[in-house]
C-alpha cells in the first residue's frame, strides 16, 4: 500500500523546549520526551477519560497501557509532552511504521482541551521530526472527531483518504 | 444457527476463523466459510481456501467452503446471507497500526453497514 502526500513540503515547525500559554492563560512547556520519561507519561494516561479514547487508544487497563508505551516511547519513536504544574497534560508522538514513514497521535487530558495545547504539541513535535530529517508523517481520525480534524488541517495536513470511518491525512515535512 | 464466516486472506480473518470453529464446536452451529481474495492484504483466494482447509481439517471440523468471485466481496457476503437463510455474518477485523491505532477495512466497514443480517466482529 502506498500513502499519498502533498507535493510541497511544510514551511518550518517550532522545536522544543518551548513555553506557551495557553487560551485560559495557563503556562505550559513542550519538552521532548522518550523512555526517560516514561512514570509521568504513564501518570497522565491513568488519569485519561476513557471517553476520549479513540480508535482503540489509549488502552484503560494499567498492563495494556504499559505495554503501549514500551512501543511508543521506543527506539525510533519521536514524542513531546506538554507540562504543567501538576504534570503532564498533553503528549504527542511519532511512531516508525513498516514503510520507514512515521504516524502521528496526540492525547490531551480533558480540562485542558480546547485551548490550543494540542494544536502547540502537533507544530511543536513536527518541529523536531524535521530537526531529524522526517519528511512523511500520516495519520488518521475518525471522521466524526470535527475538533481534531480541523487541528490538523490547520497545522497543514491534507486529507488522503475519506472513504472509509477513518480519514487518512498526511503532511510532507 | 447457520453461520457464515467471511474469510479475506489477513491474519485477523484466521484468527477469526479458529475462535469460530472453537465456538461453533461448543454451540453445534453449522458453519460455513466463504473465500475471497482481498486487494488489501494482497492473497490470492487459492492460498486462503488452501489455508482454511488446512485449519478446519487440523481442528477436525466440518464446514462448508464458498468462494465468492467478483469484485466487492462485502456486497457478496450479504447477498449470500441474505438469499441462503444464514443467521449471522462473521468477520475478523480491526488491524492495528504499529502505534496502535485500530482501523477497519473496507469490506468490513461495508458490511457493518449494509447487512440485514446480524454481524460479529471479531478482532
Known amino acids: 500500500m502506498t500513502r499519498d502526500y502533498p507535493d510541497e513540503p511544510a514551511g518550518e515547525f517550532p522545536r522544543p523546549p518551548r513555553t506557551v500559554t495557553d487560551r485560559e492563560d495557563r ?14 507519561v504513564f501518570e497522565m494516561y491513568l488519569s485519561f477519560d476513557p471517553a476520549d479514547r479513540a480508535q482503540g487508544i489509549p488502552p484503560s487497563r494499567e498492563s495494556a497501557i504499559e505495554n503501549w508505551l514500551d512501543t511508543i516511547l521506543g527506539d ?10 501538576d504534570g503532564v497534560v498533553g503528549h504527542a508522538t511519532l511512531v516508525p511504521d513498516r ?49 481534531a480534524v480541523a487541528l490538523y488541517r490547520k497545522v497543514g495536513f491534507e486529507t488522503t483518504e475519506a472513504e472509509s470511518f477513518e480519514i487518512e491525512m498526511s503532511i510532507r515535512l | 444457527m ?96 504499529t502505534l496502535g491505532k485500530i482501523q477497519l477495512g473496507s469490506v468490513v466497514e461495508f458490511v457493518l453497514l449494509n447487512s440485514q443480517t446480524p454481524v460479529t466482529l471479531i478482532r
Open chain 1, 99 to 147: 514503510h520507514g514513514e512515521h504516524e502521528l497521535a496526540i492525547f490531551v487530558l480533558q480540562p485542558f482541551q480546547g485551548a490550543g495545547i494540542g494544536t502547540e504539541l502537533v507544530e511543536t513535535l513536527l518541529g523536531l521530526a524535521q530537526s531529524r530529517g522526517l519528511e512523511k508523517v500520516w495519520l488518521t481520525v475518525e471522521r466524526w472527531n470535527d475538533p
Open chain 2, 2 to 97: 447457520d453461520i457464515l464466516l467471511g474469510v479475506g486472506g489477513s491474519e485477523l480473518s484466521y484468527h477469526a476463523l479458529e475462535e469460530t470453529v472453537d465456538r461453533a464446536r461448543a454451540t453445534g452451529d453449522d458453519l460455513a466459510v466463504a473465500i475471497f481474495g482481498n486487494e488489501e492484504v494482497n492473497a490470492d483466494a487459492d492460498d486462503i481456501q488452501g489455508r482454511v482447509e488446512e485449519t478446519l481439517a487440523e481442528s477436525d471440523f466440518d464446514a462448508t467452503i464458498r468462494r465468492l468471485e467478483g469484485d466487492s466481496p462485502g456486497s457478496e457476503l450479504i447477498s449470500l446471507a441474505e438469499t441462503e437463510g444464514f443467521d449471522r455474518i462473521v468477520l475478523g477485523g480491526g488491524e492495528r497500526s
Open chain 1, 76 to 85: 525510533d519513536t519521536l514524542n513531546v509532552v506538554a507540562g504543567h504544574a
Open chain 1, 27 to 40: 503556562e505550559v512547556e513542550i519538552l521532548p520526551a522518550d523512555v526517560a520519561d516514561h512514570d509521568s
